[in-house]
């Protein structure tokens, strides 16, 4: 069980902080891809705005010392006396034209370091002019590729290999498709989204081995609670084990002394379901324990799954029931017999207590892809699809009042510790008025 319960620790911890750094890594990847994809439209749309080209003008830094408008000074002889400033009115101001414009992505840099070309055609698809001035890896004979692109994207914005493209319609009727080289960033985004992905493995890998180091002090007073109440049930079940020992002793004394009465028979009987239960308490205690008890052996399944089922023959029999076997003839299993033998008499034990009065039980035993599968089914009633999966729970019974002095609601929870030890898991289905347990042993 601690082994069980530090591994579940683990996985969990791993998948909500995989679960985080994924979500971290698709927001940053999206928020950089948006942000990107904006500039690129807003450098799309700038071009298109100004007839496929991007001005210089636009770009200019503000009028200063260093601008080419400046007036010249006046040659002197060196005597600083001589130098006269300005007037102001000889003091020119820039054109409109030539206010820098830096909104968006754009810089004074952007006219020299952006690569685009743009191809005008009419609505029928026929080229009509090519602008390449302003991108070199692009030749004449490319340009009826990408206008194949832009005929069948139609307008709007678009990718095109490393070209991110606009197609909007022109005021004489035509069309323009403006391809904007984004090599550059699409590589940028790639590496952002690589570099990511490298530094979500290292951190989930090195959260791995901090709560692989980290668990067993993280579940530490878990497991010192666990091990006290397996201690305690350990040695309670030994100490009660001498006085029910001694009462059922005396009871057969007193049988034989005072032969058979009513009251001795019912105290014989409390006394074997104390017993039963006993042994039950310690079973479950050595299913618990780190190093499981089970002896793995490779054993004749269908016959030790046949023999066990077919005891139930009469008890079942005896209740009103009829028992249908179906097991497979010739399996071999690696496991612990003992513990199989004693997994199929809890099922049935169970089908049998629990099943509708003249109702049948069905059970059998199947090859599965990894092991055998186990298979109880009868009908039943106060046990719901909702409460199906707590009947492992231990002391767990779905109707106390109607089970009551029929079972201690333990003996499932030790199929499903048996289950669990030979690397496999038991599952119940509750349709249609009737309950199916199905233990896979891998």
């Known amino acids: ?86 007037d102001a009115q000889d003091v020119q101001a820039p054109p409109d034209d030539k206010v820098a414009r830096r909104e968006g992505p754009f810089t004074a840099e952007t006219p020299f370091s952006t690569r685009f070309f743009v191809l005008h055609y009419t609505s029928s698809g026929t080229l009509t002019q090519a602008d390449l001035d302003n991108i070199a890896s692009v030749t004449e004979d490319d340009t009826q590729e990408y206008l194949s692109a832009a005929l069948a994207h139609g307008a709007g914005y678009g990718y095109c290999g490393s070209y991110r493209f606009f197609v909007a319609q022109t005021d004489d009727g035509g069309n323009i498709a403006i391809f904007l080289n984004c ?89 074997e379901k104390l017993t039963s239960l006993v ?29 066990t089922a077919e005891s139930f023959t009469d008890f079942a029999a005896s209740k009103g029931h009829e028992l249908h076997l179906s097991i497979t003839d010739g399996l071999t299993y690696r496991g612990d017999e003992y513990a199989v033998r004693q997994l199929v008499s809890i099922l049935l034990d169970n089908a049998v207590k629990y099943a509708l009065p003249d109702s049948p039980i069905e059970f059998s035993l199947e090859k599965a892809k990894r092991g055998v599968v186990l298979r109880s089914s009868n009908a039943c009633e106060d046990v719901t699809p909702e409460n199906a999966q707590k ?33 496999g898991s038991i599952r119940t289905i509750v349709d249609d008025g009737k309950i199916t347990f199905t233990a896979e042993l891998k």
């Not at 878990?222 to 009462?247: C, G, N, W, Y």
């Not at 002391?395 to 289950?419: E, K, N, T």
């Open 279 to 307: 042994n039950s308490l310690v079973t479950l205690s050595r299913m618990d324990e780190e190093d499981s008890p089970l002896k793995m052996e490779d054993f004749p399944v269908s016959d030790a799954v046949r023999e």
């Open 1 to 86: 069980m601690i082994k069980r319960l530090r591994n579940r620790f683990i996985r969990i911890a791993m998948l909500s902080v995989t679960a985080v750094m994924l979500l971290l890594t698709v927001i940053l990847n999206v928020a950089n891809y948006v942000s990107t994809d904006s500039d690129l439209k807003q450098t799309l749309t700038l071009i298109y705005e100004n007839a496929g080209t991007i001005p210089h003008s636009r770009f200019l830094p503000p009028s200063g010392s260093d601008s080419a408008d400046a007036p010249t000074p006046p040659e002197n002889d060196g005597s600083l006396s001589d130098i006269a400033p300005p």
């Open 183 to 271: 090599y550059h960033e699409l590589r940028s985004m790639r590496t952002v989204l690589v570099w990511s992905l490298v530094a979500d493995a290292a951190c989930i890998l090195l959260v791995f081995l901090l709560v692989v180091l980290l668990s067993r002090r993280a579940i530490d007073p878990v497991v010192r609670s666990a091990e006290q109440q397996k201690q305690f049930i350990t040695d309670a079940s030994h100490e009660l084990k001498t006085p029910i020992t001694v009462i059922a002793t005396s009871l057969k004394v007193l049988e034989m002394e005072t032969g058979k009465q009513k009251w001795i028979d019912k105290a014989m009987a409390q006394t």
């Open 391 to 423: 009947l492992f729970a231990r002391f767990y019974r779905a109707d106390p009042s109607r089970s009551s002095g029929s079972g201690f609601g333990i003996g499932l929870s030790i199929a499903c510790s048996i289950a669990e030890g030979h690397h």
